[in-house]
């Protein structure tokens, strides 16, 4: 467990550090971050194409430590080569090489968390182990941006770079160690083996819920980051913005990690509604807030929301999922979250000119429209999903009692 969460920190490290940098590298080379918004563009776009070969190659591989060192290995050579080449070579030669590194995304996100069910048994030990991974994704999140900006402040944003594509590289040296099983789990053979992840989502209504939910979310998710710097810039903080960020991700990270100490007696999907209605309300309460200072704890709430999210989504894919597509289905889904928050971010530069309260009043918005689709989903049928999330415990037999 304890490797499988070192792996995915330092891969996601990268993941989450490379935004901030691939921006600073275009601002400093070429006067424009402009480029930079064009490679992360092409670096997100191919994870939901993506996402269910990955998914099945990584199900069906007879040695899955050399799939997953290869991928994590072209992972940190596609960090290397759009920090080497973004500015200096024509941008067609950066944006084919940050496609590339997309491709290689889904591994970071849902194929590291597709292990860990293999590794812990149903209970409290797979909440845990999905709460720690969580608590990856968040600490990542908090690190990543931290540590390219103090370095590219300091040192230069060329070696900010050179950080992300070190943990990178490290992630990939040490995917050999990943406590994988020798034999994948059976699959079935041909073109419906490609789509199975696909298929688990929608005919599977758990995963159906918590898909449509988190997607539905995650279009406003996708604007936070815009949204935020422009609710600083109106209340006199224009530098503002990046602790309003830092907030939200310190206080996921607690979320996660305290779920991790403590389970919760609500079972995943009830955790994962309630998550997404405080997320909603915290930013709606930051979208009103009179000034910054009252709008910083909103958004450190929201985060403590949010923590609480990602670990009951990743805990219903690790239930529910059929094991014989199980890498699909996280590969798959997190994809369409990626792609989903993709769209946020375009939305929200197309209306930038639109008041702050506004827009983050949106993003709230579409946490409580997920959390009405995850709530209408699990009541469309006769028993709610999650009545059903968490297996029943076997009772004790009669007689004397240890």
Known sequence: MRRCLLVAFLARLA????????????????????????????????????????????????????????????????????????????????????LAGGCCGPVVTGGMSSLLAGLAPAGAARDRAYALDAGSYNAASVAGPGAVGLAATTLSPGLAAGLLVAAAALAAALAPVLPLRAEPTPQAAGPTAWTAGAVALWRVPELRAITGATTVAFLGIGGLTTTAVLLAAEHGRPEGGGALMTAFAVGALAGSLLLARRAPRLDPPALAFLALLGLGLALAGAALAPSYPTALPCFALAGLCDGPLLTATLRIRADHAPPAARAQVFTVAAGLKITAASCGTLLTGLAADASPAALLLAVAACQLAGAAVLRGVNGAGDTPCWRSASPPRPRRPAGRRR
């Open 15 to 98: 993941d989450e550090g490379l935004p901030l940098a691939v921006l600073l590298l275009a601002q400093a080379r070429t006067e424009s971050p402009a480029l930079g918004a064009f490679t992360l563009a092409a670096w997100l776009a191919p994870h939901v194409l993506a996402a269910p070969v990955t998914g099945t190659l990584l199900a069906r591989a007879r040695h899955p430590r050399p799939l997953y060192a290869a991928a994590l290995g072209c992972f940190a050579a596609a960090v290397a080569g759009v920090a080497l080449t973004l500015g200096r070579v024509p941008a067609p030669v950066t944006l084919a090489v940050a």
